[in-house]
């Protein structure tokens, strides 16, 4: 069974120039133990998906719509607040891409360290505080014991990070959601942290949606992988499928524009012409129309849904998909 | 094309003074962002530059286009030495050699239209006058890819890809010979991304520029670059051309960036040895004695933590500082 599944949840925001459809209509599920990955550009509405479900949208200006979010059987868009704050921070955990802004400059990494086992356990205050530094020697922080009395200035990029992770880990989430966690890091400091995190992962059995806009990271780290396009899902196959044979030309199209360091080199990349859409005025018919190499009439008067093309993969595209004309 | 040496980089050290106390009279110490770096770059060519945050790339091109003053150390074009030159005559020089910046919000004047942008360029160096401007700007807007009719816009009003645009076309302005490109494409978006990055080469195939791509993303650089050089802590640790770096890595430094990278590919990625360098850079104000990588050195001797490796060629055009190749030349 599914640990989170989302059914055709949806996000606007409605500004003065007009409405921003930030997440409009994105369905999946992640089963336990599962990395989910999910890859888009900025904008592509990957962020404010995982916000939504968790209500951490503020609204107004944000309304969220669509639903069920089921977590263990329950819907998270209509938990009481209380009760999702008895599941937010203990049972689905999140990491955000700055440990700088997640942690609170004013207080010590202990202080913020037992505040978690504090709102969501009935530790006392000396078991509290030998179950954080035992979290932060499993994080990699070998003298957890001194480091509690520090405040985050006086920790590396890397070390934050970990305490980040620490924190989030503290009450042994079974999903750990992970927005850019490696993006504000050095690249040998990123790869210090993207192993710590999938051997954790192994060892707590948790499931883990990473969110990223690095493809390498995606396919080092991800068993299953969603594209989002302009506040859509466009493909969604497990992650080795979606790299050898990318159906959604936007996919086919991003894993061409990156340069990599294993390939001899290129004159010239791939590159997508023109920019992502402007979300309250999203074009007619298939989003990425505009920019794709292979539109026809039809992709631009409709929106072509996600079908399967092959077991375990589907895609958004009326061309690539060879879906016969309706009518 | 001969191996014309366009700019040369001779021992430069850049120094910051760092003070505390209330009237900042006490000196704590100096962070020695670029430590004794010597560099040539040769006409025509793209020299990459990579490193992680801190390891003083940066610095390095802001010192080698005299927009830092360096402390000590000499940088030449071609015959002259700019770190002599004052004023006027630095200023004269400095229509040979531009900067392309990182960050396309906070370097573009969000008062100034786009016309008024490019053309400062144009009139401070005197390559155009009266009507000619406004044409020649028309035409390095063609150049980059922006719409010549936007010459009255101002830069909020465009994406972040396009104020890159806006970036370079203002860099070329002055017709370079020679171009600082400092993480050009790390605020953008990889579809964005590979467009500026193409515009580049293209750039550099017409107009017969001369590159120094500083950036922290190696696939970036590799894709840009005929040779690279690999910094840390204010020096370079490995010179060679680029195909060579990638192939035959021989600074261990260079070998764990390098297993680092993560490939856009699960059967290659699954197939990798990985090299995962232990605890972060060390401060440069205290930098580590002896070898300045001794300290993440999965193969360090016991002699690499008192004598620093001399920058040597070990094959044709590969260089590196590390006391291993000494012992096993290759």
Same mark, same amino acid.
């Given at each position: 069974m599914s640990l989170l599944t989302v059914h055709n949840l949806s996000t606007h925001f409605d500004q003065r120039d007009g409405r921003v459809h930030a997440v409009d209509g994105v369905s999946f599920a992640i089963?336990?133990? $599962?990395?989910?990955?999910?890859?888009?550009?900025?904008?592509?509405?990957?962020?404010? !998906?995982?916000?939504?479900?968790?209500? !951490?949208?503020?609204?107004p200006p944000g309304v969220i719509s669509g639903g069920p979010v089921l977590f263990h059987g329950r819907d998270l868009l209509h938990l009481s607040e209380e009760a999702l704050r008895e599941?937010?921070?203990?049972?689905? =955990?999140?990491?955000?891409?700055? #440990?700088?802004?997640? !942690?609170?400059?004013?207080?010590?990494?202990?202080?913020?360290?037992?505040? %978690? @086992?504090?709102?969501?356990?009935? *530790?006392?205050?000396?078991r509290a505080l030998c179950e954080a530094i035992d979290m932060l020697d499993r994080v990699g922080i070998a003298d957890g014991a001194r480091r509690m009395d520090d405040y985050p200035h006086q920790l590396s990029?890397?070390?934050?990070?970990?305490?980040?992770?620490?924190? =989030?880990? @503290?009450?042994?989430?079974?999903?750990?959601?992970?927005?850019?966690?490696?993006?504000?890091?050095?690249?040998t400091i990123q790869a210090q942290i993207l192993e710590l995190l999938t051997s954790l992962q192994q060892e707590f059995r948790m499931a883990m949606i990473l969110i990223s806009h690095n493809l390498g990271i995606i396919?080092?780290?991800?068993?299953?992988?969603?594209?989002?396009?302009?506040?859509?899902? %466009?493909?969604?196959?497990?992650? =080795?499928?979606?790299?050898?044979?990318?159906?959604?030309?936007?996919?086919? =199209?991003?894993?061409?524009?990156?340069?990599?360091?294993?390939?001899?080199?290129?004159?010239?990349?791939?590159?997508?012409?023109?920019?992502?859409?402007?979300?309250?005025?999203?074009?007619?018919?298939?989003?990425?129309?505009?920019?794709?190499d292979l539109i026809e009439d039809r992709c631009r008067e409709s929106e072509p849904p996600l079908i399967d093309v092959?077991?375990?993969q589907c895609a958004a595209c009326w061309i690539t998909t060879q879906q016969p004309t309706e009518g | 094309m001969a191996d014309e040496a366009l700019i040369t980089m001779e021992d430069v050290h850049v120094h910051f003074p760092v003070h505390c106390g209330v009237l900042r009279r006490k000196t704590l110490g100096v962070v020695r962002a670029v430590d004794g770096l010597s560099l040539v770059i040769h006409r025509g060519e793209t020299l990459g530059l990579v490193g992680e945050s801190g390891c003083g790339k940066s610095t390095a091109g802001r010192a080698l286009l005299q927009l830092i003053r360096p402390t000590s150390g000499r940088v030449f074009f071609r015959d002259t030495p700019l770190t002599e030159l004052r004023g006027e005559g630095l200023r004269r020089m400095r229509r040979h050699f531009q900067m392309i910046f990182q960050d396309p919000y906070a370097s573009l004047n969000p008062r100034m239209t786009v016309g008024a942008i490019i053309a400062e360029p144009i009139r401070l160096h005197h390559v155009a006058r009266g009507s000619a401007v406004q044409s020649a700007v028309q035409s390095l807007m063609q150049r980059v890819g922006l719409n010549p009719r936007f010459i009255r816009r101002y830069p909020h009003e465009f994406s972040g890809g396009q104020r890159q645009r806006i970036g370079i076309a203002r860099a070329l302005a002055a017709r370079p010979e020679f @171009?600082?490109?400092?993480? #050009?494409?790390?605020?953008?978006?990889?579809?964005?991304?590979?467009?500026?990055?193409?515009?580049?080469?293209? *750039?550099?195939? $017409?107009l017969h520029?001369?590159?120094?791509?500083?950036?922290?993303?190696?696939?970036?650089?590799?894709?840009?670059?005929?040779?690279?050089?690999?910094?840390?802590?204010?020096?370079?640790v490995e010179l060679a051309p680029a195909a060579e770096i990638y192939a035959h890595p021989q600074h261990p430094y260079t070998q764990a960036l390098l297993s680092a990278i993560p490939i856009p590919d699960p059967r290659a990625e699954q197939q990798r040895h990985r090299t995962v360098l232990h605890g972060d850079l060390p401060s440069p104000l205290r930098p580590p004695s002896g070898c300045p990588f001794h300290t993440r050195c999965p193969v360090?001797?016991?002699?690499?933590?008192?004598?620093?490796?001399?920058?040597? $060629?070990?094959?044709?055009?590969?260089?590196?500082?590390?006391?291993?190749?000494?012992r096993s030349p290759a």
């Open positions: 089963d336990p133990g $599962e990395t989910l990955g999910l890859v888009g550009e900025s904008g592509s509405g990957k962020s404010v !998906l995982n916000l939504s479900y968790l209500r !951490l949208i503020p609204e599941i937010r921070g203990k049972a689905i =955990a999140m990491i955000f891409q700055d #440990p700088m802004t997640s !942690l609170n400059p004013f207080l010590t990494v202990g202080r913020q360290l037992t505040e %978690v @086992l504090e709102a969501h356990t009935t *530790l006392s205050r000396r990029g890397g070390m934050r990070q970990r305490v980040v992770i620490a924190m =989030a880990l @503290l009450c042994r989430p079974q999903l750990l959601i992970a927005d850019e966690p490696t993006t504000a890091l050095d690249v396919a080092g780290v991800c068993d299953r992988t969603l594209v989002m396009y302009a506040g859509r899902i %466009v493909e969604s196959a497990s992650t =080795a499928q979606l790299f050898a044979q990318p159906t959604h030309p936007y996919t086919r =199209a991003l894993l061409a524009a990156v340069p990599r360091i294993d390939d001899a080199r290129q004159a010239r990349l791939a590159s997508i012409r023109d920019q992502p859409p402007d979300l309250a005025r999203l074009p007619s018919g298939c989003r990425f129309h505009p920019r794709c092959a077991p375990r | @171009l600082v490109a400092d993480e #050009p494409t790390s605020a953008l978006d990889v579809s964005i991304q590979a467009q500026i990055l193409n515009l580049l080469v293209d *750039l550099r195939h $017409e520029l001369t590159y120094l791509f500083i950036s922290h993303d190696l696939a970036a650089v590799r894709h840009m670059s005929d040779r690279i050089a690999v910094m840390y802590l204010g020096n370079v360090a001797l016991a002699h690499c933590a008192t004598i620093a490796p001399l920058f040597k $060629e070990y094959a044709p055009k590969h260089s590196a500082a590390c006391h291993r190749l000494e």
